[in-house]
Nanobody, 124 residues
């Protein structure tokens, strides 16, 4: 049974930073490209960042480019997303996703597995 479990969300002040974690189990983690998406109330799910299974190649949405970092730790089956300079527009549920031996992609329908999400709320 494949499981992706996000954690690290919560309430943060605008201008602050946050690190989200995704713990994967039930899969050979090193063979999966990992992605992060977010979804605000009433909005569509949107790509945030991804990291390739085969190396350290990363891909970021324009909305977070320059202030986000995605890191994977294959020894721990973990992927992390850190976002700095948070704004109200970052408020959303954040999901991690896995795509077996996949290229980095922003298309949600190309990912094989999804977590349940963790809420991030940015306040002023």
């Amino acid at each position: 049974q494949v499981q992706l479990v996000e954690s690290g969300g919560g309430l943060v002040q605008a201008g602050g930073s946050l690190r989200l974690s995704c713990a994967a189990s039930g899969l050979t983690f090193s063979l999966y490209t990992m992605g992060w998406f977010h979804q605000a109330p009433g909005k569509e799910r949107e790509f945030v960042a991804a990291i390739w299974w085969g190396g350290r190649i990363t891909y970021f949405a324009d909305s977070v480019k320059g202030r986000a970092t995605i890191i994977r730790d294959n020894a721990k089956n973990m992927v992390y997303l850190q976002i700095n300079s948070l704004s109200l527009e970052d408020t959303a549920v954040y999901y991690c996703a896995a795509k077996i031996k996949g290229a980095v992609t922003r298309r949600a329908d190309e990912y094989d597995y999804w977590g349940q999400g963790t809420q991030v709320t940015v306040s002023s």
